[in-house]
């Protein structure tokens, strides 16, 4: 079993939609928890970054985190096309190996106008 | 632009040549990351430096591979002997200490094909 699991989907929605992606994790020392934008044949880009459980938004995105049941999310409000693209989670550890990502494998998403 | 650079950005080469890769990292961060990305799949760690210093090997870096970064500037990954299943695609990320944590950003990748 992977310490990280996303589902790969693939995920479609019309534009306009909530879009909801998820991950859950078995190592309960990963403390810092990321969530990446990867377009096709392109570098990931770093969306949101959370330390601590609870709720971040930045604009359209809200990133969530629930420590005790190794599980976090991230959701899209008003989706565009633009955001068509695969989402990765990725989180890290505290400890002598710091910033080590360990990344989902990704969810693909569509967004259809 | 003051992002991620690798080049090159696609790599063909036949089973059993030698390959580099290069990465120029943002210049204030003083960490930098090689990561590998297979088709379907979230990238893997290899090996990370601070500064010059390599702390870290995955058990995925063969001894076929080396990775450098001399000066703690631009690092290289080398790729000795290629085969078909090092086909993949060479990412770098840099990394800036946040929150007890590195925040790291990726370059646009290498995409390595053997034939």
């Known amino acids: 079993q992977k310490e990280v699991e996303q589902d790969p989907g693939p995920l479609s929605v019309p534009e306009g939609a909530i879009v909801s992606l998820n991950c859950t994790y078995s190592n309960s020392a990963f403390q810092y928890f990321m969530w990446y934008r990867q377009y096709s044949r392109k570098g990931p880009e770093l969306l949101m970054y959370t330390y601590s459980s609870g709720n971040k938004e930045d604009g359209r995105f809200t990133a969530q985190v629930d420590k005790s049941s190794k599980y976090i999310s991230l959701f899209i409000r008003d989706s565009q096309p633009s955001d068509s693209a695969t989402y990765l989670c990725a989180m890290s550890r505290r400890g002598s190996t710091l910033g080590r990502l360990y990344f989902g494998r990704g969810t693909q998403l569509t967004v259809w106008p | 632009d003051t992002g991620v650079s690798q080049n090159p950005r696609h790599k063909i080469t036949k089973r059993g040549q030698n390959v580099t890769f290069r990465c120029d990292p943002i210049s204030e961060h003083n960490r930098l990351y090689w990561y590998r990305q297979t088709l379907g799949q979230g990238p893997e760690f290899l090996t990370y430096?601070?500064?010059?210093?390599?702390?870290?090997k995955s058990r995925l870096l063969s001894d076929r591979f080396s990775a450098e970064r001399p000066k703690g500037s631009f690092s290289t990954l080398e790729i000795q002997r290629t085969e078909q299943g090092d086909s993949a695609m060479y990412l770098c990320a840099s990394g800036r200490l946040r929150e007890s944590s590195y925040e790291q950003y990726f370059g646009p990748g290498t995409r390595l094909t053997v034939t």
């Open positions: 430096f601070q500064n010059e210093a390599q702390l870290e």
